[in-house]
C-alpha cells in the first residue's frame, strides 16, 4: 500500500481498515514500517479535523481532588489558603503561578493545563 497525505473521508477510512489489519505487525519489518507510516498520518489527519480542546483547569482540579479522595480543605492545604480554596473551585478567583505550581507538584496535573485561560463565574 502506497501511503500519502490523507485527503479525504474515504481514504481515512481505509487507512484505518489497514491499520487495524496489520496492528500486531513486528517492528523493524515492512508491515512494521508501514503501520508506523499509517500511524503517522492518521493522527496529522485526526489532529486537523478532530481538535481535542484543552479541559477546564478547575474541572481537571476536581476531577484530580475526586480521584484522590481530596476535600476543599486538603485542596486549601495545597494552595495553602481555605479560603482561596473555595473561591477556586466555585471560580471566583483566577489560578496564580504560586497556586499552579502548588498544584501541579501535589496534583500531578499538567502546569499547561492549569494555565489555560478559564471563564471566571459572576
Avoid: C, W
Amino acid at each position: 500500500m502506497e501511503i500519502t497525505i490523507i485527503k479525504s473521508k474515504n481514504q481515512y477510512n481505509a487507512y484505518l481498515k489497514r491499520m487495524h489489519e496489520i496492528f500486531d505487525a513486528k517492528n523493524g519489518t515492512p508491515k512494521g514500517d508501514e503501520l508506523d507510516l499509517l500511524a503517522l498520518v492518521i493522527e496529522k489527519y485526526e489532529d486537523e479535523h478532530y481538535p481535542i480542546e484543552a479541559p477546564d483547569p478547575i474541572k481537571v482540579i476536581q476531577f484530580m481532588m475526586e480521584q484522590m479522595n481530596m476535600n476543599k480543605k486538603g485542596f486549601g492545604l495545597v494552595i495553602k489558603s481555605q479560603s482561596r480554596a473555595t473561591e477556586i473551585l466555585k471560580k471566583k478567583r483566577p489560578l496564580t503561578l504560586a497556586m499552579i505550581r502548588r498544584i501541579h507538584g501535589h496534583l500531578g496535573i499538567p502546569a499547561e493545563i492549569l494555565i489555560k485561560d478559564y471563564k471566571l463565574a459572576n
